[in-house]
């Protein structure tokens, strides 16, 4: 199946404040006049897609699954980038602000941590001793920064090294 173009979304859908809307469809693209009315009645002029579990919104389009976000982008632009960033890290706020083109590397160091650590600080971890250890991950490689007897100095050490390496994909 081919990719989408910018046409053939702007054909389906119109923007508005970081949410898609279906377009009204005419006669000509369904088998009867019943399914022409119904299509119309049910979805024409309404918010497209629901979240997922992870709150991002998906759309299908010809029984295939569209992440609302690239559409958005897509709409707007007329090409995807490898990834998209939502800047807020908020997977539903869709505005065109708040996105911006990013590798999957730049995509991943803006995210949140995916599950709690003994310290819910990412790239800082309380050892058994008792002292903070400290690293990030920068292009395939892994950046010791030490060991801190407390929090807030690994913590502050970590945002530098993010700030320096990350840059404005940089997030704690």
């Known amino acids: 199946m081919k990719d989408?173009?910018?046409?053939?979304v702007k054909e389906l859908f119109w923007y508005r404040r970081g949410h898609l809307y279906w377009r009204p469809r005419s006669e000509d693209q369904f088998r009867t006049y019943l399914a022409y009315?119904?299509?119309n009645k049910r979805y024409a002029n309404?918010?497209?897609g629901c979240a997922n579990v992870r709150g991002y919104v998906k759309i299908a389009i010809q029984k295939k699954s569209h992440l609302a976000h690239r559409l958005i982008w897509l709409?707007?632009?007329?090409w995807l980038p490898e990834?998209?960033?939502?800047?807020?890290?908020?997977?539903?706020?869709?505005?065109?602000?708040?996105l911006r083109?990013?590798?999957?590397?730049?995509n991943r160091w803006n995210s949140r941590t995916?599950?709690?650590?003994?310290?819910?600080?990412?790239?800082?971890?309380?050892?058994?001793?008792?002292?903070?250890?400290?690293?990030?991950?920068?292009?395939?490689?892994?950046?010791?920064?030490?060991?801190?007897?407390?929090?807030?100095?690994a913590i502050k050490r970590v945002r530098e090294?993010?700030?320096?390496?990350?840059?404005?994909?940089?997030?704690?």
């Open 4 to 8: 989408l173009t910018q046409e053939e």
């Open 37 to 39: 009315t119904m299509w």
């Open 46 to 48: 309404q918010k497209a």
């Open 75 to 78: 709409y707007h632009h007329g």
């Open 83 to 98: 990834a998209l960033d939502h800047i807020n890290n908020k997977p539903w706020d869709n505005r065109l602000c708040n």
């Open 101 to 106: 083109p990013a590798t999957r590397t730049e």
């Open 114 to 153: 995916l599950r709690e650590t003994t310290t819910n600080v990412k790239g800082v971890y309380r050892r058994p001793n008792g002292m903070y250890e400290t690293h990030v991950m920068a292009y395939g490689k892994r950046y010791y920064l030490g060991r801190f007897a407390r929090k807030s100095d």
């Open 161 to 172: 090294a993010r700030e320096a390496l990350h840059k404005e994909f940089a997030r704690d």
